[in-house]
Every structure is written in structure tokens, then in C-alpha cells.
């Protein structure tokens, strides 16, 4: 299996064996054997190798944002950020051996003393996507070990260079952070042998994985697409607006499942929304990632480049009008324009599933109320951010907005990592990510009843 450089697509970045599901099995029973001494190793122990990780990430940090430019095309400002996101949420995580693992509570009567205690599932299997390769890997392994698993990763084919150098660079003890390259045939097996399975990618292969993994009557939890929308109110400061939509459109090329692809401007918002937004978008023209200037980098393949322009030219086609970009950018490599469409037709693809790409819809809304439900019209409810001087309007909205995560004066993408991290409807089933919320999902909780020998009979 071999990942390639998206702005340049003869530059073969690494080239790998693949173990197949027998071998995908053996790597999770090799975890297994290992899970004992590491869960047993202590407190002390899992917070001096997490804080290694950290270390150690931080040490290399400009090789790892250059890898990440290169095996995924993450334009370079971003990259530095995902590896200094990575490296804290390393830090966050190392201090979780020595939180409270549970609470004392009195009996309902009598003597005696009632506990709760969170242990370790075994061996956590972890399935990412390209996007974030090194910073989901680490807010799921991170947890998931701190608390007592093992954990096999199987990472996304694109970001494969990206999630082997994390590891080697971990340094964990052996068996404890295994990385399983592959694909399906991996990811599949790894669901099929984990004791607790973490998922992140798209809806389609997220259901699957939550099938096989309730089937099996094994955790689960998997964030998943996003269909984002951002609401722009006529009192909204719209220079700020614009400049936030524009990053949340076209930042990374709009490959974040937190991306903005539906713009609601309400009201008189409208016309000087989309005429500074056009302008904001033609102004962050995709270019080559490794500038640090660069917004917006190529899209991660032909077929994602090819499916992008093709929904830009339906929906032209169907009476949709252009307001900027629309096209290929000319050059070698997987660029498109970032591109802003009006009027597309209600049914159409662009309204209803993630491109994951730098192209939005605008529309029109006649009051807030419209704008909610206009957002909340999709299953993908993952992200939405609200643009607004009126503190009353934020709280409705925040109230009402079916999303996981909804962001004021913000672009929608992005989240502090040691918050819950997660969406609403089909964008996520399960426990959220990140925080607290992750070092819950990857314990189950016992309950024990303590009474005094020699008590009551
Ligand atoms: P993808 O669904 O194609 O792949 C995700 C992972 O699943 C990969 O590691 C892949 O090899 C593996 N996989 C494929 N088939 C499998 C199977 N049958 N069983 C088990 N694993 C299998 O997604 P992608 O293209 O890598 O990533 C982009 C998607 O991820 C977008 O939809 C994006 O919105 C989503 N995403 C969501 C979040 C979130 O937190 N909600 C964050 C980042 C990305």
C-alpha cells in the first residue's frame, strides 16, 4: 500500500506491507498479551511514557508538520498547529493516571462503604481518517492508554507515513501503541478483534462499524460526517463574518469534517455577505501547502478533485450561479478553486451530503427561525457557527441548533482539544471525544459493595 503527495502526485511518500485481516488479528493479540503489565505498570509509569510522547513530538516538530504537508497536503500553518495540538493533547492526557479513578459513596443503610471503580476494556482498536494525522490518532490513543488499554491503530492509507512516525516516535513499550497499515480488510478486522473500537471517517463506513461493533456487543463510538452550516445575522460584524467563513470554507480545502458548506445569511445580511465572502474566497486561492501563506492546499486525490468540480458543474448546470472559483486550479496536483455557489436548487447533492472539499452554498433566510431550520434540515449536524452582536439570538440559537458542537463569532471548524468533541444525529453515535469525555468511554465502570466481616448475617 503506498500514500502519495496530493500537490504532487509522482512523489511517492511511503510504500508498505499490508498484514491483512490474520495479521491485523495478531497485532491485536500481541496488544492483548501486553495490556496486563502496562495497565499494572501504574500511575507513574503511563504519565512519564505519555509525557515522552509529548517530548518527543514536540522535538521533531518540523519534520512531522513537513511529513504531514507532504502526505497529505495540509498547508503548513495548519500543519505546525496539528503538531502542536498533538503534542498538548499528549501533555493533557499524561496527567490522567493520576485522576480519581472512581468514588466513594454511603450504603442506601447499614454499614459498610459502596465504590465505583472505571478498569481498562483491553485493547483499544482506533480507525482514522487522513485528515488529522496525527492529532485524532493521538486524541484517541492518548486516552485510551492513559487509562489502561493497549491500543492497535489502523489509520487512514493517505496519512500511513504520518501515523508510523507518530508511533516510532511515541516510543511506547512494545505492544502497548501498534500501528496495523491497510485498508477496509485491516479496519474490518481491527472491529472484528478490539475490545473497545474508536472511528472516525465517513457516514457510510461509520455504520458499518457500528453495526460490526454492537453486533459483537463491544463500545463504540464514531464521529463521522458533516454537512456545516454557518448563520450570518444583519447585525453580525460581516468584514469578521467573511473572513471567518472564508477560513472555515477553504482552510485545509475544506477537508475538515468541522468545515463550513452551507452559508444561511439572514435578511439584509445577504447581499454584503456574499459580496465580501466572494472576495475573501478568491483571495485565499489554493496554492502550494508548503508556503506558510498558503490557505488552501490541493484536495487529497483525483477522485475527490474530479467529484468536486462535477458537483460544481450540476449544479451550474441545474440553474445554481457562480459567485467565485468553480473550476480546477490549473497546475499539477488535485487543486480546486474555493468556490461559493447561490441558488442551487433544493435536492440537489451539494445541499444534502459532505463534499469535503472548498466549495459552499449560500442561502437565504428570511428571520433566525428560518435560518435553524434550514440548518438543522440535514442528518450531518455536526458543526454550526453563528455570527452575531445579539446575545439573545447566540443563546436561541445555541438552544435550538441540533449540531454537537455550535460556535459565535467563530468560524466552524475547530474545537480547544480538552473539550467533548462530537456531532449530533448521523455526524456521531456514542460517546464524545476528547476531555474527560474520553477517558469515560475508554473505562467501564464496576460498582463494589464493601460490608465489615463479622456484621450482619
Ligand atoms: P473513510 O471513511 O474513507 O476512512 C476512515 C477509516 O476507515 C480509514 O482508516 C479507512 O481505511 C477505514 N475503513 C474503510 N473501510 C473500512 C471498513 N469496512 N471497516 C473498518 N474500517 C474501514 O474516511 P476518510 O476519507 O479517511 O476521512 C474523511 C471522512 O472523515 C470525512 O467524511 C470526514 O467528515 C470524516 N471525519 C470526521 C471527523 C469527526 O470527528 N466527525 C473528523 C475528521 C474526519
Known amino acids: ?63 512531522l508538520a513537513a511529513l504531514m504537508v507532504r502526505e ?64 485524532i490518532p493521538t486524541w484517541k490513543a492518548a486516552p485510551a492508554l492513559a487509562v489502561g488499554n493497549t491500543a492497535v491503530l489502523k489509520p487512514a492509507p493517505e496519512g500511513t507515513a504520518c501515523a508510523l512516525r507518530l508511533a516510532e516516535l511515541a516510543g511506547l513499550p512494545e505492544g502497548v501503541l501498534t500501528v496495523v497499515p491497510g485498508g477496509a480488510e485491516e479496519g474490518a478486522a481491527l472491529v472484528g478483534s478490539a475490545d473497545v473500537v474508536s472511528f472516525t471517517g465517513s457516514t457510510a463506513v461509520g455504520q458499518a462499524v457500528i453495526a460490526a461493533t454492537t453486533a459483537r456487543g463491544v463500545p463504540v463510538q464514531a464521529e463521522l460526517g458533516g454537512l456545516n452550516a454557518a448563520i450570518v445575522l444583519p447585525d453580525a460584524d460581516l468584514g469578521q463574518a467573511a473572513a471567518h467563513l472564508a477560513a472555515a470554507i477553504a482552510g485545509y480545502a475544506g477537508q475538515k469534517c468541522t468545515a463550513t458548506s452551507r452559508v444561511i445569511a439572514v435578511g439584509e445580511a445577504y447581499e454584503p455577505l456574499v459580496g465580501a465572502l466572494a472576495k475573501a474566497l478568491a483571495g485565499a486561492a489554493a496554492g502550494e501547502p508548503g508556503d506558510p501563506a498558503t490557505v488552501c492546499g490541493p484536495v487529497i486525490s483525483a477522485a475527490a478533485l474530479d467529484r468536486l468540480t462535477g458537483a460544481v458543474d ?26 461559493l455557489l447561490a441558488r442551487v436548487p433544493a435536492g440537489h447533492p451539494l445541499l444534502e451530503e459532505e463534499f469535503f472539499g ?94 465489615p466481616a463479622g456484621g450482619a448475617r
Do not use: C
Open 1 to 63: 500500500m503506498s500514500s502519495y503527495n496530493p500537490a504532487d502526485p509522482a512523489d511517492l511518500v511511503v510504500s508498505v506491507d499490508t498484514p491483512g485481516a490474520a495479521g491485523t488479528v495478531a497485532a491485536v493479540e500481541r496488544a492483548r498479551a501486553a495490556q496486563p503489565a502496562w495497565s499494572a505498570a501504574g500511575a507513574a509509569a503511563r504519565s512519564a511514557a505519555l509525557t515522552h510522547a509529548a517530548e518527543a513530538v514536540e522535538a521533531h516538530a518540523a519534520e
Open 72 to 135: 497529505v497536503g495540509k498547508p503548513l500553518a495548519e500543519a505546525r498547529a496539528e503538531v502542536a495540538r498533538t503534542a498538548a493533547i499528549w501533555r493533557y492526557y499524561a496527567q490522567a493516571p493520576y485522576a480519581p479513578s472512581g468514588a466513594l459513596h454511603e450504603p442506601a443503610a447499614g454499614e459498610g462503604m459502596l465504590l465505583t471503580r472505571r478498569r481498562p476494556y483491553g485493547v483499544a482498536g482506533l480507525i482514522t481518517p487522513w485528515n488529522f494525522p496525527l492529532a
Open 314 to 339: 450540476s449544479a451550474r448546470a441545474a440553474g445554481a450561479e457562480l459567485l467565485t472559483g468553480g473550476g480546477r486550479v490549473e497546475r499539477p496536483g488535485w487543486f480546486v478553486e474555493p468556490t
Open 358 to 451: 472548498p466549495v459552499a452554498v449560500v442561502l437565504p433566510a428570511a428571520d433566525l427561525d428560518e435560518a435553524i431550520a434550514l440548518a438543522n434540515a440535514t442528518p450531518h449536524t455536526l458543526a454550526t457557527s453563528v455570527h452575531t452582536r445579539d446575545l439573545d439570538a447566540a443563546l436561541l440559537a445555541a438552544d435550538r441548533l441540533d449540531a454537537g458542537m455550535i460556535r459565535v463569532n467563530a468560524p466552524s471548524s475547530g474545537v480547544d482539544f480538552h473539550l467533548p468533541f462530537g456531532g449530533a444525529k448521523s455526524a456521531g453515535y456514542g460517546a464524545r471525544e476528547q476531555g474527560q469525555a474520553a477517558l469515560d468511554f475508554f473505562t467501564a465502570s464496576r460498582t463494589v459493595t464493601l460490608l
